[in-house]
């Protein structure tokens, strides 16, 4: 592959060469200054599209944080006004479903439905993914911008458009959507809000914008890697964004088919999901009958396991080069990564049903769902084991992003582990749609791939930006961050286990034995009690964000300038300008290694960039 071609888009000459031969009064080649609009808003540019969708996807993860708060508080405290105004504003903006302050159960649903859809499709898949594989990628494989710029561009755009339909779904007449995050047939078609609809046409928009993403994402990966740059030294988080993008690709086509079904179902009077004798309000509904409410199940489930990998392996990446740079040491496995993390693409799409074991499944049908579902956590395991291995005998610097990588594999290890009882038809019974399962996937997701995320943002803001964030702030939010995540969520997996189902607004006071003395396994007090507990952690943990909230802004004036490789790491990201320019490098990009040459002995320094031409050492003979 021509060297130019890699260097430069294939559109446009390399600056060095594009005047030669011309006068310099010629204006038929000048270069117009491009406006505030085309730069920053409408651009092209693989760089300022990572920005955008960081920012969008920050400012969701914000609002889906606040719609949590909410919640907590009605659990908390049933049929009592929201206090410090906030009622009233609910009020005012709202209408009814909040008269008086008060989050009515038809709103608290409104809130869990999107709480859910703003956190995953609105907020960390798209951090995840799209924000720092749009920054990232390019620069590390050594391309010039992502294949398909004006498609990169495009699929921001429908992500931006999908996220403004969700968000105005709460102020129309009935509210947002109120049948879930998973939006289950019948429901969803029952529910007496045009919110449900707002949700799908959402939904279809989001899709649309991941599928270009995905298509983009492998084409680049593939197309446009620097000479040099094989496929046993790429990055293991190009390789988690490779995966990644391929199980988009894959499972998202389902759910946009099964959105279109399910808009029919709402708006034409279809029955694609719609059983024969469904009655709503004690009336039998008028549908022509014989769909099935499974066939959603399964449409939707074979997009949401894969989802779930979606959230999780990008941070895995984001971990993979931080330890691997902050213990100054390869990383140890590094085939065993790649192996690992394509088996997890390829079983991933064979264990959608262990979210469907209550719905009445053959046990042959269950057993095999549920021999996948311990299989798939093997290559999980594997790669923690080898993030681990890689700290022993490293010599470990502790910075912000390095905090935030190490608390990630102790935090996803309890995630992973407390899902191995969900896995198994028998134990999964019990704990099926109960507060332990919200704490298994939050600690999936929340201290998991969050946490990894936090720590991607402290680790490439110096190339973002050319200045690190404040490090003693960085400390604070992580501390108060992991204490009060876990605060949050450990007093879960108690309240599941004691039978409280999820879902409902008053935090199951109907099934306490407050409420009903004497009934054979009510609620105890003190698992209510800790809905009043979980309250607080989840306000201190909101505070907690204002510290990073305030960085991050603050650190873009007045942080420490940091040069084009302030953490001294290999990769060719780092080997770029800072921040870098249009086009990413001022010279062909050729590659020499493999990405985590640490600690090389005989080596001037502790780290081998990837494009460090070999040094040739002749021994001179001697004659005899």
């Known amino acids: 592959m021509d060297a130019n071609v890699n260097q430069f888009p294939p559109y446009r000459e390399a600056e060095a060469h594009g005047h030669h031969g011309h006068d310099d009064h010629d204006h038929g080649h000048e270069h117009h200054e491009p406006s505030f609009w085309h730069r920053y808003v409408f651009s092209s540019d693989h760089k300022i599209i990572g920005i955008q969708y960081g ?9 889906g944080f606040f719609l949590m708060l909410l919640m907590r508080w009605q659990i908390a405290h049933p049929s009592q006004p929201v206090p410090l105004g906030l009622g009233w504003i609910l009020e005012k903006l709202l209408g009814n479903p909040a008269a008086g302050g008060i989050i009515s159960p038809e709103l608290y649903n409104s809130f869990g439905a999107m709480h859910g859809t703003i956190m995953v499709f609105l907020a960390i898949v798209p951090l995840a993914f799209a924000a720092f594989g749009n920054y990232v990628v390019p620069l590390m494989i050594g391309a010039p911008d992502m294949a398909f710029p004006r498609v990169n561009m495009a699929s921001y755009q429908a992500y931006f458009l999908g996220g403004t339909v969700m968000f105005v779904s709460f102020f129309i007449p009935g509210g947002a959507a109120q049948a879930g995050w998973t939006s289950y047939s019948p429901l969803a078609t029952s529910v007496p809000t045009h919110g449900q609809l707002f949700w799908i046409l959402g939904m279809v928009l989001l899709i649309n914008s991941s599928l270009l993403g995905a298509v983009n994402f492998i084409a680049t990966i593939i197309q446009l890697r620097a000479p040099g740059m094989t496929w046993m030294r790429m990055p293991f988080f190009v390789w988690a964004q490779f995966v990644t993008a391929f199980l988009l690709l894959l499972a998202f086509p389902p759910l946009e088919a099964a959105s279109v079904m399910q808009l029919m179902d709402n708006v034409a009077h279809t029955s694609f999901f719609l059983p024969t004798g469904l009655a709503t309000g004690g009336n039998l509904a008028h549908i022509s009958g014989g769909g ?11 997009l949401g396991h894969p989802e779930v990998y979606v959230l999780i392996l990008p941070a895995m990446g984001i ?11 390869p990383i140890w496995g590094y085939k065993s990564l790649v192996y690992s993390v394509l088996l997890i693409g390829f079983l991933s799409f064979i264990v959608w049903a262990h979210h469907m074991y209550l719905t009445g499944m053959g046990t042959k049908i269950s057993e095999f769902f549920q021999a996948t579902t311990m299989i798939i956590s093997i290559p999980s395991v594997i790669i923690l084991t080898c993030l681990f291995i890689s700290l022993w005998g490293g010599s470990i610097r502790i910075n912000t992003p390095m905090l935030f990588a190490l608390a990630f594999l102790p935090m996803f290890g309890i995630g992973g582990l407390t899902g191995l009882p969900l896995g198994f038809n028998a134990s999964d019974l019990y704990l099926h749609d109960t507060y332990y399962v919200i704490a298994h996937f939050h600690y999936v997701v929340a201290p998991g791939t969050i946490f990894g995320l936090f720590a991607g943002i402290y680790f490439w803001y110096p190339k973002m930006t050319g200045r690190k964030m404040n490090e003693f702030w960085g400390s604070v939010h992580f501390w108060t961050s992991l204490i009060f995540m ?3 969520f450990m007093p879960m997996f108690v309240q599941g286990m004691k039978g409280m189902l999820r879902r409902m607004a008053d935090g199951g006071a109907n099934y306490s034995a407050a409420h009903v003395p004497g ?25 907690a964000q204002i510290p990073f909230i305030i960085n991050i802004f603050w650190s873009m004036k007045h942080g420490e300038k940091a040069g084009d490789n302030p953490w001294e790491a290999t990769t060719i990201d780092w080997q770029t300008p800072t921040p870098p320019p249009h086009g990413n490098f001022t010279k062909p990009v050729q590659v020499y290694r493999g990405p985590y040459e640490y600690s ?14 070999e040094v040739v050492t002749t021994v001179p003979s001697h004659a005899h």
């Open 519 to 543: 009934a054979i396994d009510a609620l105890p007090a003190y698992t209510m009690e800790l809905h009043q507990w979980i309250l607080v952690a989840a306000v201190c943990l909101g505070i």
């Open 486 to 488: 876990n605060l949050v």
């Open 319 to 329: 971990v993979c080069e931080i330890i691997a740079c902050n213990s100054r040491r």
């Open 55 to 63: 920012f969008t996807a920050l400012c969701f993860m914000l609002f």
């Open 292 to 302: 099935s409410p499974l066939l959603w199940q399964h449409l939707f489930w074979f």
């Open 600 to 613: 090389v002995p005989g080596h001037a320094t502790d780290f081998t960039p990837q494009n460090e031409p």
